[in-house]
């Protein structure tokens, strides 16, 4: 069966809707969502200076939109993805009992980054684009 793939930063407006939107470019045919760990931002569209940077690339993202990281997310997706260790550890502190969907750090599936950093205060777009489309291919790949 198809991989269902979610992808999660904290806001869900900068990484992970990049993250999903790069992938999905790769891997049309997986169903993948983003999500944040946090609420500030749900409902908006991808930070404007992320998806201008993006779009330089060729990758489009502007009919994505916010929303919060939530329990039954570990049974609706297959692999969990967390941009940085304080993310994949907000995620786990909401796992269900019983859940084994996995969550591991998207960096490890194709960067040696350690972790994507967030171009909201580093405001380093290009940065995070290269460590995210890195582990993006490598996630395509290692994916049946
Ligand atoms: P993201 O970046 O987690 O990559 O979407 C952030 C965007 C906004 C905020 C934090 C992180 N914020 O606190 O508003």
């Given at each position: 069966m198809a991989t269902r793939v979610l992808f999660v930063c904290?806001?869900?407006?900068?990484r992970s809707p990049t993250a999903e939107a790069v992938f999905r470019g790769l891997r049309p045919d997986l169903p993948t969502d983003s999500a944040g760990t946090?609420?500030?931002?749900?409902?908006?569209?991808?930070y404007g200076p992320m998806q201008a940077a993006a779009r330089k690339r060729g990758i489009k993202m502007d009919d994505l939109r916010a929303r919060q990281f939530i329990a039954r997310d570990f049974a609706r997706f297959d692999l969990i993805l967390a941009m940085d260790a304080d993310n994949l550890r907000n995620i786990e502190a909401l796992r269900p009992a019983g859940a084994a969907t996995p969550v591991r750090l998207?960096?490890?599936?194709?960067?040696?980054?350690?972790a994507v950093p967030d171009p909201y205060y580093t405001r380093d777009f290009d940065g995070a684009l290269d460590i995210i489309e890195a582990a993006a291919q490598g996630l395509a790949e290692a994916l049946d």
């Open positions: 904290l806001g869900n407006i900068c946090a609420g500030y931002h749900v409902g908006e569209p991808p998207f960096t490890d599936f194709g960067s040696d980054a350690g």
